[in-house]
């Protein structure tokens, strides 16, 4: 996950308003990547440095985000990392963040939907931001159980595609798979299918 971060500093009250009389925040989703559909998470850290907060916020980063579910989990938002120390702190009181490190998510508009904190392994914080997108963002919910269904007419597609032994349009169809961010159950399978159609189209390339 550390590699998709994106350098993002909550600094002025440009960034981060009080939406309403009870102080939620609103970030500038649109300004950090969003499409106005695709959720923001936000990793709220601290110097890694700074002890003891920037040694949680390290084995956070090491432990935990380094993890294959997890990043594909995250592949389904807009992922960006906060300065915490470089923060205005009143601004994290409006985004209601109590301790670091911490995380947050944001609906394409910018609006904080969830806090997860406290979450130490990467299968909880996977769970967590599934079950975020299912029960705060029900509209982008939708779209990727819509995606998952193309994915399993694409992956039929292929199938009979290569059986036809028309591989490059085989490929074409797993790569629709594999190259998408909403990767769930059919993903190893379409990188098997993949590689074998790739296999089978550089032999027939060959042959020819």
């Known amino acids: 996950m550390e590699q998709t971060l994106k350098a993002a500093t909550v600094v002025s009250s440009a ?3 009080a939406t309403d009389a009870k102080g939620s925040a609103k ?10 559909d ?4 936000l990793f709220l850290s601290w110097p890694h440095e700074d002890a003891p907060v ?7 980063c090491k432990n935990t985000f380094d993890d294959e579910d ?10 960006v990392k906060i300065d915490a120390k470089a923060t205005d702190q009143n601004l994290l009181k409006e985004m209601g963040i109590k301790s670091f490190p911490s995380l947050a998510v ?7 939907v969830a806090r997860l904190e406290k979450q130490t392994s990467s299968s909880k914080v996977a ?6 997108i299912q029960s705060r963002l029900p509209k982008y919910y939708q779209k990727i159980q819509q995606i998952k269904a193309e994915q399993a007419r694409a992956f039929d597609q292929g199938k009979n595609l290569a059986k036809a032994k028309k591989y490059q349009d085989a490929i074409a169809k797993f790569e ?5 961010d909403v990767r769930g159950d059919l993903f190893e399978k379409a990188m098997k299918e993949l590689t074998e159609a790739q296999t089978k189209a550089a032999k027939a390339s060959n042959n020819g």
Request: proline residues 4%.
């Open 38 to 41: 695709k959720p923001i998470l």
């Open 70 to 79: 997890l990043a594909r989990a995250t592949k389904l938002f807009v992922c």
């Open 127 to 132: 769970s967590a931001l599934y079950s975020t």
């Open 176 to 180: 629709s798979i594999t190259n998408s």
């Open 54 to 60: 920037g040694g949680d916020c390290e084995k956070l």
């Open 15 to 17: 960034d981060v308003k």
């Open 106 to 112: 944001a609906d394409g508009q910018g609006n904080i």
């Open 27 to 36: 970030i500038p989703a649109q300004e950090w990547g969003s499409d106005g």
